[in-house]
């Protein structure tokens, strides 16, 4: 072996996740030599980039579908995005405060936000219960409808004031490379047109195989890569229990701020998508976008080609697939919420059937409006536990133990992007007998109080 062309550490994929532990490898460990191996010309061109996300920073306060203990864990590694901006100077860059809140409309949805508010208000003080008085101030759109009356529904909110919220993912990403590539102590390789095809392990060495006949060696691997996580999980044998189902998300956008903040609504518990929701989107000069949309797509990227085949690889269909598929579509909820959802694809039906949804929050919407925003969305392969028979919600990872992590992170991967690079930091010191500055790492990216 030629220790001069070995690295320490490869990352393969370079979004947000792989980014964020390129970052702190750079900068809190006693590690020489890492490398990442980037696909495409650029890091985060996929689902980091601002147009493929809601650009939302997910800490708990107002998703609805998570439960105390989850806001608890999510909260922690959603400060750590906000304090590295902070610490770097990049607010109103590209960390942007706007005000926030979940809405209840109707009898039942508004039992459960004042339920919930009392729940969370503890863990998150600055939540305030906004009726529809204070909703008519603050959000007049949610309120009146077309022909300036106020909704006959009731309603409420729970949300937050002066919080940041928004974050351009995207630039995000490419300033963690930049301050890696400032760091003195380490030598930090970044290669781009390199798309990994395969990885084998020789002689306690991994060798990675790129498209355009390359091979590059390091002790260990993590594969940070997105939906193909999984893809090349497989080829290595890794994981062959679980399924991926790639979810692909559009938006329909407005020509101009129709929200002053961030409203998202309450998630259907039958549906393991999250709810549509209003942003003031930082690529659309604020204008509003509304979305996401749900539909099954066949293949692993949005808006590239190919990838159609690596789909049917990773889908890995048997019997156990069918079984999710059957307890999915069975229940009549799901079934609708699915054929709507392609729907919305359609030209012309499809406004006119988003725009019924849309009006949920805000009633004096007309099809003229909005217009579907053409290249804005992605894919997030949501994982079918195939021994279990069910869909998982959320991340997953493959710790082989044997110096390769594979991780899948659909939503809120970005939002958690420090904190999953703060659990590989310390996989990897662990396996290659280095050092994690744990000191350091709290001092600069962990809130006083969420320390462990």
Do not use: W
Not at 422 to 449: M, P
């Amino acid at each position: 072996m030629n220790e001069n062309d070995t690295y320490e550490v490869i990352i393969v994929g370079g979004g947000i996740s792989g980014a964020a532990l390129f970052y702190e490898l750079s900068q809190y460990t006693d590690l020489t030599k890492i490398a990442l191996l980037e696909k495409y010309e650029e890091v985060a061109t996929l689902n980091s980039n601002a147009t493929a996300n809601s650009q939302t920073i997910h800490c708990g306060d107002i998703e609805t579908n998570y439960t105390l203990d989850k806001a608890k864990k999510v909260k922690r590694t959603a400060k750590m995005v906000e304090k590295y901006c902070l610490q770097y100077g990049y607010e109103d860059q590209m960390m942007f405060k706007h005000q926030k809140m979940a809405i209840g409309i109707g009898y039942s949805e508004c039992r459960f936000i004042k339920n919930r508010y009392e729940e969370f208000k503890s863990l998150y003080p600055y939540l305030e219960l906004y009726d529809k008085a204070t909703l008519e101030e603050i959000e007049p759109n949610l309120i009146v409808d077309a022909n300036g009356k106020g909704r006959d529904e009731e309603i409420v909110g729970m949300g937050a004031k002066n919080q940041y919220t928004t974050v351009n993912f995207k630039a995000v990403s490419d300033t963690f490379i930049e301050n890696a590539k400032n760091s003195t102590e380490i030598q930090t390789d970044i290669f781009f047109n390199s798309q990994v095809d395969k990885i084998e392990k020789i002689d306690d060495i991994f060798h990675l195989y790129t498209t355009d006949k390359k091979v590059y060696k390091s002790k260990m691997v993590v594969v940070d890569a997105g939906a193909h996580s999984l893809f090349l999980a497989h080829k290595m044998g890794y994981g062959l229990g679980y399924g991926q189902l790639p979810m692909a998300g559009s938006f329909y956008k407005s020509d101009r701020a129709m929200l002053n903040g961030k409203v998202y609504m309450v998630q259907n518990p039958k549906l393991p998508f999250a709810a549509l929701h209003g942003d003031p989107d930082v690529t659309l000069d604020g204008a509003t976008r509304f979305g996401p949309t749900a539909l099954v797509l066949p293949k692993l990227e949005r808006f590239k080609p190919g990838t159609y085949i690596d789909f049917f690889k990773t889908l890995k269909l048997d019997i156990n697939v069918v079984k999710i598929f059957y307890d999915l579509l069975k229940d009549s909820d799901i079934r609708s919420y699915i054929l709507r959802n392609f729907l919305f694809e359609v030209p012309y039906f499809g406004k006119r059937a988003f725009l019924k949804d849309a009006r949920k929050i805000i009633p004096s919407l007309k099809v003229e409006d909005i217009e579907y925003a053409k290249g804005f969305g992605g894919v997030r392969g949501q994982i079918l536990d195939k021994e279990n028979q069910k869909l998982m919600l959320g991340e997953a990872t493959i710790n082989t133990g044997e110096g390769i992590i594979f991780n899948m992170t659909p939503s809120p991967g970005a939002t958690s992007c420090l904190g999953n690079a703060q659990r590989d930091v310390e996989l990897i010191c662990e396996y290659l007998g280095k050092i994690f500055d744990i000191d350091a790492f709290n001092k600069d990216l962990v809130e006083e109080n969420d320390n462990e």
